[in-house]
């Protein structure tokens, strides 16, 4: 799964030593991997990393180069370069074009996808904490940028992570279907799976339930962990779950949804070959996949079972 599972030691004991740190930038075999304005800076298609002799200029150029964690014996650094104008920020790293990790994913393996969203996300949380949110104050970066300083009260601002639930809604009974939305301003096919912030004071089976009936006006039960991802566009955990509606009834808000629909797994089959799929890169890929390929007989079996001469339902 896209932005999970990345192998790299965050080196949480050894980054609070700033010494340390600051000699990874000229340790050989260090890469750096340079950003632009939560952009990947790309070249021939591929998003760029160098190591430390050829970054010099572009680590030089960078305010607070951010230690990403160890690949074995490789420390990986991230470089901010949004402060520079996009041409100057091309030629520091030698790349011809800009270009964000999800239009990427096609084309680099998982967990390139994973490093170069995981440095996304911690630059731009670096990017919106240069003032202090309790006094004002200006900030100074910590333990290789996983940790601000007001210089004025002394406040730690650690990088926010903002919770979200994403959930497959199962239909009680038979046929086994499941139900998708349509979001407005999407394409009149794009059905997929719910989801919504976690607000303050509730749990993520409550958040659930408040988000399906919200946005479907479906009620839920049975809410089941799935599974979960990051999601740093910006700050994102995506956390999954299936849950089992209480009746067929439904009724899309009109604002987050404009459109309810319940599939069975042929329709589902049928609906994703016909080029209404889902973000390839998204945990939803995973809730619907999961749910075809453990239901994929159910429309067979509710053929035979309603057949003339077949078991009464």
Known sequence: MHYTGLDLDRAGG???????????????GTRVVPLWRDQCLVRGGAPVT???VEARALLDAAP?????????????LAADLSGLPREEALTLA??????????????????????????????????????CGACGGPTDGR?????????????????????????????????????????AGSAPEAFTTLAGFVEIGESLEDAVRREVFEEAGAVVED????????WPFPAGLM????????????????????????????ELREHIEAGHGYRPDSIGKF???????????????????????????
């Open 64 to 76: 607070e180069p951010v230690f990403l964690g160890m690949d074995g014996e490789t420390a990986i």
């Open 287 to 313: 809730l619907i996949e999961s749910w075809i390929a453990e239901n994929g007989n159910a429309d067979e079996n509710t053929t035979e079972n309603t057949a003339p001469g077949g078991p009464e339902r």
């Open 239 to 266: 956390v999954a779950f299936r849950a089992e509606a209480v009746s067929d009834e439904t009724a899309a808000d009109g604002e987050e949804l404009v459109e309810t629909r319940w599939f069975t797994p042929a």
């Open 143 to 183: 333990d290789g940028g996983h940790v601000r300083v007001c210089r004025d009260c002394g406040k730690l601002l650690f990088p926010r992570i903002e919770p979200a639930v994403i959930v497959l809604v199962e239909g009680s009974g038979e046929p086994r279907r499941c139900l998708l939305g349509r979001h």
């Open 94 to 131: 030698v790349a011809d074009a800009v270009q964000d990790v999800r239009a990427l994913v096609s084309t680099i393996g998982t967990a390139e996808a994973g490093l170069f969203a995981y440095a996304r996300g911690i630059t731009h949380w670096i990017r919106e904490q240069r003032f």
């Open 14 to 28: 050894r980054r609070t030593d700033a010494a340390w740190i600051t000699g990874l930038a000229a340790r050989p």
């Open 223 to 230: 809410v089941v962990y799935q599974g979960s991802q990051a």
């Open 50 to 52: 160098l190591g430390t």
